[in-house]
RNA sequence: GCGGGAGUAACCAAGCGGUCAACGGUGAACGACUCAAGAUCGUUUCGCGAAGGCGUUCAUGGGUUCGAAUCCCUUCUCCCGCACCA
């Protein structure tokens, strides 16, 4: 063992006898196994500080695992399908000087090889090899045989396997899809391609189609049952209408819309055609038909219908709705002679549909009223609309006047009443952006509907229902996240899997698509196993038939009839077989928080559809991000630190160390530069004393004969060793470092303090291997340096030895302590120098109270304060303190009815005397107070000026200090 | 808007009904060692205190409780996701 620790040369010494003694190359055998799975890393860069989080908490796991007895498969693959890479290939090529800078400067790629990732493959060649030199170079016990990319071709093998096979349940269907879209480009448009708008969503409206003659007058609702309350429509006389041919699924129509919404209309699943102008002027004062109450209602005029919104036509409510009800009220007086209206607008019935418990019958008449707003153009009608909404939507019940949907709640309506409305042709979806989107053109996007997609039909209730109860069965780490889960399988919806850029796996169905990439990375899990094989060549292109996946994976067919179809020798196929049903199902997948969304859920799905229930995943865990500096991290545009360049500057294990100690689970950890450097200065302490430890050549054991402070060590480690065990299981890594590393080395500075030595080589050898699962190189080296031959990977990790703990020790230890700390503080706040130090232990009557009170709760559960003291007096012995008496009682009354009275208890299961644990004690605390101590009783002190004995309590000796100014 | 989460001492960050003036780490100050520096070790780091104590704290304002950083409600602030993108 060197004396200085360079990281480094153990880092490389140690990587090289691992891959030498393939330590980490599982195979089945007898033993339990584990498989943990961690999503493998996306190569349109180098690996940075958030892959080294969730892979370093992965390889935490399987080492821990592996030391816990468990046949540990931890394997890793490349996933390169999608369009990033295809786009970050052009951008190089093109030499973009933004990503030329970064890709040189923060992903660290040399010149001249950055000059030559012009291609896609030349990317995904260079990635990963650099992805797997720094999962090497960090010390990660993968199983690197198993290593694939998802280009390869016997990966798409398995990928067109698993579409067909999900084909044939019906869960890939064709279907239109709405998206964001550009029309001057062309294209859909992502959030970064976007001048403003980034947050806007695409809302389903539905289109209630009022008639007048053979004109239809759509108007757009998110409610569609307020469709019941409809008094009137609302057109504006200063918009410009127009009547236009709508074709949709062949039946024609002649629609009147505003002038924007017919330019959204061209961008739907339906024909549009313009045929002429409309003055707006005389669609006021028409008469139409409701097409689902078939009332007659009137056109009325309102300024605050805005064109580019929904049809530029609206309907009325005025029972429900402010602005309707305002705009309503705006008119009663108005002369509308000019539009040919006569009627009185008064006349016009409120229609009340919605019972609601904190209205009364017209929810906007009252809060308008209420609010008392003035007309439509007030700005608190805004206000009053969202709280009527809110109230109406949660808790309100649709009333009789809606026919069978009469006491449905209105939360769960819309969906049920858009499909019957749209089936009895009376309504239309429409969707709409939630606020204006431009696109980087300048041009205002549209939604777009975009026809013969494919999608995974994940909206299936059957499908979810499955998934739902794989969840309930899972371990969720940390246990917070399974509502995030299950809240995520409720929202997902059908999603389209197939594109026609980037790299990927072709559609089975239809050749003309690429499988989308994040459907092509949800049970590779189980291709590691089969990919062993294929490394090894023991299988070719070829052999990959479906019947050779059903085999292997769903337990299919029979081992003559596909070794005869596929050639593969019938022994290997037995042995792939094997494999995989000792491997699968997957027992860890741990991943960062934001493939919550998106990755796990498909991971579940695609799990619960294709494989049996024996094979469903076990567990999922997620952990949080990283930042730099209090920076976020950006791939393309920086800052960022990549997992090689931390492991240059600081070594594999201080990295290790630090990026899991920082923070915890899910809570985003930030990294310091600052933070590194002290976790470096923390390692090497614990190489240092581990150096000293193995030089004293000193090998006290536990056998031996033990001081107190030795048993008290002897406990401390056992707790730290019980908490780490428990904190690793649940993946919380910071409470492992805390107690496994933090916690401990402060003790063992207590432990040495106290003069404490005889188990310093039984601490070594526990504690090298409780930090082995962080820091396994630095602890190899260790454990060689310790004399033993075998590596520390696969040594039992320290378990917890219940029988070792010992809570007498602890509590001495404490007790001195405390008292130590006690006369520091006086010394402190005197600011005196001491000549001498006297303590007094508690006197008799004060141990006798208190063990009556732990004699009589233990009976009775309760005491009562003044009961207590009463019988105290009945004792003679006791009566003699009768003034003192009350007084302690009640101090100690209120100390254990909080639970105070434990530590009693222990002490007097020990048969120990105060003064002897302080006489034992005396000459630490002279050497660290520097002047002489002296142990007295408080029944009758040989020396006591001030009466300082009388302060004196059982556990907490009195205190007097003899002491000179300060000059 | 919807859904999830967070606000703790100079900073990072645990705690999530009594053991809490609140783990641990940084940073800072002082002391020891040293010719000195660094490393290391010790002490302190909310306020007051020449006796181990007292007082005021865990975003805010209320409430529940014998007892709240911890439970409930109000308000304020911040972070994340909302999709066809990995």
């Not at 500057?649 to 600052?674: F, N």
């Not at 002897?916 to 050497?927: G, I, P, R």
Request: hydrophobic share 35%.
């Amino acid at each position: 063992m060197e004396h200085d620790y360079k990281p480094h040369e153990i880092e490389q010494k140690w990587q090289k006898n691992w891959t030498k003694s393939r330590i980490f190359q599982a195979e089945p055998n007898e033993r339990q196994k584990f498989f943990i799975t961690i999503p493998y890393p996306y190569l349109n860069g180098n690996l940075h500080a958030g892959h080294t989080r969730t892979f370093t908490i992965g390889d935490v796991v399987a080492r821990h695992k592996r030391m816990l007895g468990y046949n540990v498969l931890y394997p890793m693959g490349f996933h390169v399908t999608g369009t990033p890479i295809v786009g970050l290939a052009e951008l190089i090529a093109s030499r973009d000087p933004q990503t030329m800078d970064v890709y040189e400067h923060l992903h660290g790629i040399p010149k001249d090889i950055l000059l030559t990732l012009e291609t896609p493959e030349n990317i995904v060649d260079y990635f990963k090899h650099e992805a797997e030199k720094a999962m090497r170079m960090i010390g990660y016990s993968i199983d690197w045989r198993r290593k694939f990319t998802t280009t390869d071709p016997t990966y798409k093998k398995f990928i067109q396997w698993q579409y067909i096979r999900l084909a044939e349940k019906n869960l890939i269907v064709k279907g239109s899809h709405p998206l964001k879209w550009c029309p001057n480009d062309n294209n859909p448009v992502e959030d970064h391609d976007i001048l403003h708008g980034e947050g806007a969503t695409i809302v389903e409206y539905t289109l209630i189609k009022f008639r007048y003659k053979d004109l239809v007058f759509p108007c757009a609702t998110l409610r569609p049952e307020t469709t019941y309350g409809v008094t009137n429509i609302w057109v504006n006389p200063n918009v410009d209408y127009l009547k236009i041919r709508v074709e949709k699924n062949g039946c024609e129509e002649f629609w009147v819309v505003s002038r924007e919404a017919f330019r959204k209309l061209t961008f739907t699943d339906r024909k549009v055609e313009y045929i002429e102008d409309i003055p707006a002027k005389s669609l006021v004062g028409i008469k139409l038909t409701n097409p689902i109450t078939g009332d007659i209602i009137i056109s009325l005029p309102a300024s605050f219908v805005r064109p580019e919104n929904g049809s530029g036509i609206v309907m009325s409510v005025p029972a429900h709705a402010p602005f309707d009800y305002l705009a309503l009220r705006d008119l009663y007086d108005a002369d509308l002679h000019d539009y040919g209206i006569t009627e009185d607008l008064k006349e016009i019935k409120l229609l009340s549909l919605i019972k609601v418990p904190e209205f009364g019958e017209f929810p906007a008449k009252e809060i308008v009223e209420s609010m008392g707003i003035t007309s439509q153009s007030d700005k608190r009608a805004d206000e009053a609309t969202k709280i009527v909404y809110r109230r109406e939507f949660h808790g309100g019940i649709l009333k009789k006047i809606t026919g069978k949907y009469a006491g449905c709640s209105v939360s769960k309506i819309k969906d049920i009443l858009t499909r019957d409305l749209i089936s009895s042709d009376a309504g239309e979806l429409f969707y709409e952006l939630s606020e204006p989107v431009v696109c980087r053109c300048g041009t205002p996007c549209v939604v777009n509907m975009v026809k013969s997609q494919w999608f995974l039909n994940y909206s299936d209730p059957e499908w979810k229902s499955k998934v739902y109860k794989c969840l309930s069965k899972m371990r969720i780490i940390p246990e917070d996240y399974r509502v995030e889960f299950e809240n995520k399988v409720d929202w997902l919806k059908d999603k389209a899997c197939a594109r026609k850029k980037g790299l990927g796996t072709r559609l089975p169905l239809d050749k003309e698509w690429l499988i989308e990439s994040l459907g092509d990375s949800t049970i590779y899990m189980s291709y590691y196993i089969i990919a062993k094989f294929i490394e090894k060549g023991a299988l070719s292109l070829e052999q990959l038939t479906l019947s050779f996946f059903d085999y292997i994976l769903l337990g299919k067919g029979n081992n003559a009839a596909v070794s005869a179809e596929t050639g593969i020798e019938s022994v290997i196929l037995e042995e792939i077989c094997s494999d995989f049903t000792y491997w699968y199902p997957v027992d860890l997948r741990s991943s960062g928080k934001d493939l919550v969304p998106n990755h796990l859920l498909f991971f579940l799905f695609h799990h619960v559809a294709l494989f049996g229930e024996e094979n469903w995943p076990k567990a999922l865990a997620v952990n949080g991000f990283v930042s730099l500096e209090g920076q976020k991290m950006s791939k393309s545009k920086g800052p960022i630190l990549t997992m090689e360049s931390a492991v240059r500057d600081y070594g594999a294990d201080i990295t290790r160390m630090y990026i899991l100690s920082t923070a915890e689970q899910t809570q985003d950890a930030d990294w310091h530069k600052t933070g590194i450097e002290s976790t470096r200065k923390q390692v090497d302490k614990f190489y240092s004393f581990a150096e000293d430890v193995i030089e004293s050549g000193k090998r006290g054991s536990i056998s031996s004969e033990l001081k107190q402070i030795d048993r008290w060590m002897l406990s401390r480690i056992q707790g730290y060793i019980h908490k780490t065990n428990i904190a690793l299981d649940s993946i919380q890594t910071r409470e492992a470092i805390q107690n496994s590393f933090f916690l401990l080395i402060n003790d063992v500075k207590w432990y040495q303090r106290r003069g404490g030595e005889n188990l310093l080589y039984y601490v070594l050898d526990n504690w090298v291997r409780l930090l082995t699962p962080f820091i396994p190189h630095i602890c190899e080296e260790i454990w060689e340096a310790m004399g033993h031959k075998d590596p520390i990977s696969l040594v039992q990790f320290p378990l917890y030895n219940e029988d070792l703990i010992n809570d007498g020790a602890e509590l001495c230890e404490e007790i001195i302590k405390d008292t130590l700390d006690d006369i520091e503080e006086i010394i402190r706040v005197t600011k005196m120098i001491p000549q001498k130090v006297h303590l007094y232990t508690a006197p008799a009557w004060k141990v006798s109270v208190i063990k009556k009170y732990i004699c009589d709760i233990n009976l009775k559960a309760y005491i009562e304060a003044g009961t207590f003291i009463k019988t105290l007096m009945v004792n003679p012995e006791l009566r003699v303190f009768g003034k003192e008496i009350p007084k302690f009682v009640q101090k100690i009354d209120t100390e254990f009815k909080s639970g105070g009275a434990e530590r009693y208890e222990i002490f007097d299961g020990l048969g120990l005397d105060e003064q002897d644990l302080l006489k034992e004690s005396a000459s630490f605390l002279e050497t660290v107070i520097c002047c002489p101590v002296e142990i007295h009783s408080a029944d009758s002190p040989a020396y006591d000026p001030e009466k300082k004995s009388r302060f004196a309590e059982p556990l907490r000796p009195a205190i007097y200090i003899e002491g000179r100014n300060r000059e």
